[in-house]
Nanobody
Framework: VQLQASGGGLVQAGDSLRLSCKLS????????MGWFRQAPGKGREFVAN??????????YYADFVKGRFTIFRDNANDTVYLQMNSLKPEDTAVYYC????????????????????WGQGTLVTVSS
């Protein structure tokens, strides 16, 4: 199982970025996908995820990104995206994508231990 993340970079406050993460080695449509981040000197924290509810994939966001970030998935291309708008300097971090360790779970995992494979991380730097 591999996750390949990309899309990070250096931007100014108020700008936008789109991160992408492609999953291989698992049936993408059967697993919830998540994004986490780790700022310098801090622990890894949950940002967003999207489950696989039979009624349609449902996103879930950390409070600090609600209204600014959007997670969406492209099952045809095994890719999950994180659209980040109105970026702030405090969004500066390495962003990681991850895949749920349990398939076909219609639930939104938010804890690190609920994911078993992680991407390599992509650095987002927001200058003021």
């Amino acid at each position: 199982v591999q996750l390949q993340a990309s899309g990070g970079g250096l931007v100014q406050a108020g700008d936008s970025l789109r991160l992408s993460c492609k999953l291989s080695g698992r049936t993408f449509s059967s697993y919830a996908m998540g994004w986490f981040r780790q700022a310098p000197g801090k622990g890894r924290e949950f940002v967003a995820n999207m489950n696989i509810s039979p009624n349609g994939a449902t996103p879930y966001y950390a409070d600090f990104v609600k209204g600014r970030f959007t997670i969406f998935r492209d099952n045809a291309n095994d890719t999950v995206y994180l659209q980040m708008n109105s970026l702030k300097p405090e969004d500066t971090a390495v962003y990681y994508c991850a895949v749920d360790r349990t398939s076909s779970r219609h639930y939104s995992p938010r804890r690190i231990y609920e994911y078993d494979y992680w991407g390599q991380g992509t650095l987002v730097t927001v200058s003021s």
